[in-house]
């Protein structure tokens, strides 16, 4: 997919985006401890969850526990709700110009709306 062709679809998807997932993008997820660590019995390292208080994304941390007790982090994975990633929009597509573009124009409509 080309740059521009590219841009066109993360500027379509986020049209349909409701307004907690475009936050999102914008200033990152609120995250909060779902499940704090614990001991995964299987992959023999330590666990934590967190849930977005905004648009209820799920992020799981594992980390490896290292011989000075620090806990370093050696993987993380997502899990998002219906609708927030984007068809034909790459993940980790760097939109943040795109996203704040949108907010302002639906914060402009609003306020045209409210003057009426
Ligand atoms: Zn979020």
């Known amino acids: 997919m080309s740059n521009r062709a590219?841009?066109?679809?993360?500027?379509?998807?986020?049209?349909?985006?409701?307004?907690d997932f475009l936050a999102c993008r914008d200033m990152r997820h609120a995250w909060d401890v779902s499940t704090d660590y614990f001991l995964a019995e299987d992959d023999n390292c330590i666990i934590r969850e967190l849930e977005c208080m905004r648009c209820h994304a799920c992020r799981r941390d594992s980390f490896q526990i290292a011989r000075d007790r620090r806990l370093v982090r050696n993987g993380t994975s997502y899990t998002y709700p219906e609708g927030y990633l984007m068809k034909g929009v790459p993940r980790g597509n760097k939109s943040q110009d795109l996203v704040r573009g949108e907010i302002y124009r639906r914060m402009l409509a609003q306020a045209a709306e409210a003057s009426r």
């Open 6 to 19: 590219s841009k066109r679809a993360v500027k379509n998807g986020l049209k349909n985006q409701p307004n």
